[in-house]
């Protein structure tokens, strides 16, 4: 906190929407005692902040005025999903909580509990969780949002790398040749460092854009070239350009030698797809894969960015594995401008990644099947050896399946929206309705979830609360609260804390800031690839965002290392060299036929975060967006008398939802858009989730939330002006 010249105090923090992780600042009028907030606090961006250099987008720029529209404000409890809410003491819930827990311990089971949490809690609240759930009560059945958002990037970057962790960082925006967006709409999703981009862009005509979505989005409207491909060909796609780059003798053999292994069957895979069958299935031209994999060839940095239309797929891990290869073949990877970096979706995913904030990991970047990963927790928390659960936890979906055969005796749910969220809504919600007793701790009342609950905890959001997050260049800022919390609500980890004390776990969570709880977790990072020994709240609030790793010893090391990982060519792996995958192209998990003819797929506007819990709440933003729609390619509008702005039924095998028409020629033929942002509170029967399906990779367990066929047909004509 500074304290400027004329009546203002400056407040850095860092924006809460998407892993952009923008720096901002909240200037409060200090001399009008009679303005509250929001109108007491301007904010914008931070101009200090390394990865945001003062650039803010218009949900960072609104983030206040969200604040304390319809607050949960005090523990919340019932018996019966039907029935109201009474208000309660949070020694009233707490001690039921505790209860409970103990209860289903006695009777289940201690992997009847589970916890499901979110890319949105600061880092502190992710380990605490973690010490809660994996180490003190011995389940690891915790899992976030990330699991349908960056899992695949993790197993893809564990599998080539030996270990998690995006090896580039945001000035390779400004030294990169060409950079390869796959899977992405950056422009809309992650605004601030595609501008950066396009900065160089537009100055440079030798820099390259290649944008690889099937819709013409406003990332692919400033391509050099837009590949369309059909949904879920990305492998068909990435093998073609290795086969070409091969053929043209584009590769680094003396890289590939030293530095890989696994070349071998990659180049028996890539052989089997020339450019002609590669085109077809793509259904691009054979111009256009030549053109492609020709502007890699001759750039000397080539960047690849990834998001969702990568991720979200039964083949994720394999199409991440696969961008890496490019990569791996020409050298492009441990040198300024180059290099394969997912970009993360929520603003602290990368912090939960650490905390080891999935069912299968634990704090530090280790692993729940790694026994030497659990003893060293274990004596880390003071906890009886072989205390941690070797198993493997559920993750989302294994929850809803679990609350289906009735093995799930209390779920947890926090920071995350999943009646809205998940695949398969209408097997997701009546899989809620089952659980015997649903824990719901949200900053906002109501949101489609707080229908399936039968506790309502309050927790602390932004501005309110103090914590670490990290970005998507492995930089950690400072979030600092700065308002009083509203009505009784605290921070997630402090009621994580507080339930572990009334277990019985005092020692574990002595904890009186959440600078204690990172302090803590700093050191179980020790020696580890994502090693944060080095940063500290004082040091953050000191010196501003800081990257990792980060150690407590030779910062001179780090200087070399910690903008870019993997500059010395050494991997994680036991021979520190990256592998080579070889893959063939699955396609989607459900492919068209006759009676569902088209591919659903769901994605983000620039205006609106996820389920619009905050920006819902924002006029501005509401006008931006009035109501939801379906994207449909004119020839299949007019195949199906389909006008714009008419009420279209789409049905898929699990449900139907009804959205107006936008046609539009930015979608390919076949294929149909929804913005995955109406829920049942903004919209009636707009919901992609109750057509999508949970079908999963089997390394990431990552839902494809991204295909599944539909049919399409008009219900009524011109609803709307
Ligand atoms: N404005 C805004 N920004 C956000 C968010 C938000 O809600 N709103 N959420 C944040 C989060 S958590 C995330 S995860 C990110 C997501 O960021 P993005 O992944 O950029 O966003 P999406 O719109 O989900 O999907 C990106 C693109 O994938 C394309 N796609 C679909 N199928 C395929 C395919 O088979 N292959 C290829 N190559 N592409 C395909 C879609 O057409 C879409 O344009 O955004 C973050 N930023
Ligand atoms: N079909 C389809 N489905 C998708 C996707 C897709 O592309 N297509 N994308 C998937 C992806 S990538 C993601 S990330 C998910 C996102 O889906 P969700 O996680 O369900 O979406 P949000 O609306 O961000 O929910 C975050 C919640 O946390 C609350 N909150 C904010 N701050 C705090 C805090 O500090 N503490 C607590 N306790 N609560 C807080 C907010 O009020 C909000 O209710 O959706 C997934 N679902
Ligand atoms: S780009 Fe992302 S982090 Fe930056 S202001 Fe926008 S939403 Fe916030
Ligand atoms: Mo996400």
Redesign the pocket.
């Known amino acids: 906190m500074t304290n400027s010249p004329k009546d203002q105090t400056i407040i850095q923090t860092l924006c ?1 929407y998407c892993g952009v992780g923008c720096g901002l600042e909240a200037v409060e009028i200090t001399n009008r005692p009679d303005v509250h907030f929001p109108e007491r606090f301007k904010v914008r961006g931070d101009r200090q902040h390394p990865s945001s250099q003062g650039m803010v987008c218009v949900k960072g720029a609104t983030i206040a005025e969200s604040i304390q529209k319809d607050r949960l404000l005090h523990p919340m409890m019932r018996d019966r999903l039907g029935d109201d809410f009474r208000q309660v003491s949070w020694d009233e819930a707490l001690s039921v909580i505790v209860a409970k827990i103990q209860a289903v311990i006695a009777h289940q089971g201690v992997d009847a509990l589970c916890m499901y949490g ?4 600061q880092t502190e609240d992710y380990y605490t969780a973690q010490k809660l759930f994996k180490g003190c009560l011995g389940t690891n059945n915790f899992d976030a ?1 990330s699991r ?2 960056m899992s695949s990037a993790v197993s893809g970057y564990v599998k080539s790398f030996g270990a998690d962790g995006p090896p580039c960082c945001y000035e390779d925006f400004d030294e990169t040749d060409c950079l390869f967006a796959i899977g992405t709409n950056t422009a809309e999703c992650h605004p601030i460092i595609f501008n950066r981009f396009r900065k160089r862009h537009k100055k440079n005509p030798q820099v390259k854009l290649i944008v690889v979505d099937p819709r013409c989005t406003q990332t692919a409207e400033v391509a050099d070239l837009h590949l369309a491909i059909q949904p879920g060909t990305d492998i068909d796609l990435l093998n073609g350009m290795a086969h070409l780059l091969w053929q043209w003798g584009k590769c680094d053999r003396h890289f590939i030698d030293r530095h890989t292994t696994g070349f071998a069957e990659f180049l028996e895979i890539i052989q089997l797809y020339p450019p002609e069958l590669v085109a077809r299935r793509c259904g691009i031209t054979i111009e256009d894969l030549h053109q492609a994999a020709r502007f890699w060839a001759e750039s000397s940095r080539v960047l690849s960015i990834w998001s ?1 239309g990568v991720n ?1 797929s039964i083949q994720g891990t394999a199409k991440v594995q696969s961008i890496i290869n490019l990569h791996l073949l020409t050298a492009q990877i441990g040198k300024a401008g180059a290099g394969p970096f997912s970009l993360t ?2 603003p602290n995913a990368m912090g939960g990644r650490e905390a080891g904030g999935l069912a299968h990991l634990l704090p530090g970047y280790r692993f729940v099947s790694n026994p030497e990963h659990r003893a060293e927790l274990e004596r880390f928390w003071n906890l009886p050896s072989g205390h941690i659960s070797d198993r493997v936890g559920r993750t989302a979906w294994d929850m809803i399946r679990g609350l289906e055969a009735d093995e799930v005796g209390l779920l947890w749910i ?5 009646a ?2 998940f ?1 398969d809504l209408v097997r997701t919600k009546a899989a809620l309705k089952r659980s015997p007793f649903t824990i719901y ?4 009342d109501p ?1 489609e979830t707080t229908a399936f609950a039968h506790v309502l905890l309050p ?4 501005s309110e ?1 103090t914590g670490t997050m990290t970005n998507s260049e492995r930089c950690v800022t400072l979030c600092q609260g700065f308002q009083p919390p509203l009505g009784e609500a605290l921070a ?1 980890w402090q009621i994580f804390a507080e339930v572990g004390r009334r277990l019985g776990f005092d020692e574990q969570f002595k904890f009186q800031t959440s600078a204690d709880v990172y302090a803590e977790f700093a050191q179980i990072t020790r020696d580890r690839p994502c090693e944060i020994t080095g940063i500290s709240h004082a040091k953050l609030a000191e010196l501003g965002a800081m990257q990792w790793p980060s150690r407590d010893r030779q910062p001179e090391l780090d200087k070399v290392h910690n903008k870019r990982l993997y500059t010395d060519l050494q991997f994680h792996t036991p021979d520190r060299k990256a592998r080579f995958a070889a893959y063939h192209s699955k396609g989607v998990f459900e492919n068209p036929d006759e009676q569902y003819p088209f591919i659903l797929t ?2 983000r506007l620039y205006g609106h ?3 619009q ?2 920006t819902g709440r924002i006029d501005k933003i509401r006008q931006m967006y009035p109501h939801p729609f379906i994207e449909i390619h004119p020839q299949d509008a007019e195949k199906l008398g389909i006008n714009q702005g008419d009420l279209v039924e789409v049905r898929s095998r699990r449900g139907i939802s009804k959205f107006p028409a936008l046609i539009t020629k930015a979608i390919a033929k076949g294929v149909v858009f929804v913005p ?1 942002h109406w829920g049942s509170l903004w919209a009636d029967n707009a919901e ?2 109750a057509l ?1 399906h949970p079908e999963a990779d089997p390394d990431s367990l990552q839902p494809e ?2 295909a599944c066929a539909v049919s399409l047909q008009l219900a009524s004509p011109k609803q709307l002006a």
Do not use: I
Not at 414 to 418: D, Q
Not at 441 to 444: E, H, I, P, R, V
Not at 459 to 462: G, H, L, P, S
């Open positions: 809460p979110s890319g949105q809690f949002n349908l958002c969702m979200q979706g929520q926090a920071a995350t929206n999943p809205v969220s695949p701790q949200d900053a906002y949101t927790a602390t959001q932004w609360k997630d769901v994605g975060w996820h389920t819990t905050r995955m992609a989730n999508t939330l991204k």
